[in-house]
């Protein structure tokens, strides 16, 4: 499917009511030296599709591990997780794993670029992997986010910024439905940081994918729609913000 389905599925998911993600009393534990330690208590919220929300708290609040069960790559010891209206407990891993292929992108503060690839083979790789025509695509995402000329450079050879961009471009060139992003700007100084999250969201009202994102930056959160604040595994907050 080409970026123009993609995007008109988009508009499909936002029309049709369903919840891009609904999260019911989650909870997750792991073994501690003392017992079992729990991370997530009773988590619940749902979040409509194409919504911008960040998830905010202090380190070790649960933050991650909520973004990793909403995403599908752990799963609770207690509750559920539908996306797009599929219940990821009823999807075993491989089927999770095309889920997020289809529909999900992923940003992340330290970027997960493959060193062996240039940054146009870094935003190839995930159309290959879903047996769709790759190069010029993603040489029109590389162009969009401002790496024309950087197409053949390792990411060993780019700037924090520059690297996070081609992360930002492979996270997009799939057209998401969903984008999740862990602490984007985490690596990166206030100005670099800036460019890059006005780039992300530039992008998120292109594509109208729902974007949800963990930051420990309130300017960050705040250009957000909404707001869920975590505190030692429970939910504390859930504000709708005028932006």
Do not use: W
Not at 192 to 209: C, N, P, Q, S, Y
């Amino acid at each position: 499917m080409d970026v123009t389905g993609k995007n008109e599925m988009n508009q499909d998911v936002r029309s049709s009511g369903i919840p891009a993600i609904h999260a019911q009393g989650l909870t997750r534990r792991v073994e501690d030296t003392n017992g079992p330690l729990t991370i997530l208590d009773n988590v619940a919220f749902a979040v409509p599709a194409g919504q911008t929300a960040a998830i905010t708290g202090s380190s070790g609040s649960g933050k991650s591990t909520l973004l990793g069960l909403l995403a599908g790559l752990d799963l609770p010891d207690e509750g559920a997780v539908s996306l797009l209206g599929r219940d990821l407990s009823q999807l075993d891993e491989d089927e999770r794993a095309k889920l997020r292929a289809a529909h999900v992108g992923f940003v992340f503060q330290s970027f997960q670029l493959l060193p062996h690839l240039t940054a146009l083979e870094n935003v190839m790789l995930p159309l290959e992997l879903a047996g769709r025509p790759a190069r010029e695509p993603a040489k029109r995402m590389l162009s969009r986010v401002g790496l024309a000329g950087r197409l053949h450079h390792y990411p060993r050879t780019l700037s924090g910024g520059e690297q996070q961009r081609v992360s930002i471009a492979r996270a997009f060139v799939m057209a998401p439905s969903l984008l999740f992003a862990d602490e984007p700007t985490g690596s990166l100084d206030v100005a670099t940081g800036k460019a890059v999250i006005d780039l992300m969201f530039e992008l998120h009202r292109e594509h109208g994918a729902t974007l949800v994102l963990v930051t420990h930056d309130p300017a960050l959160a705040a250009r957000c729609e909404r707001q869920l604040e975590l505190v030692a595994g429970r939910l504390v907050r859930d504000e709708m913000l005028a932006v």
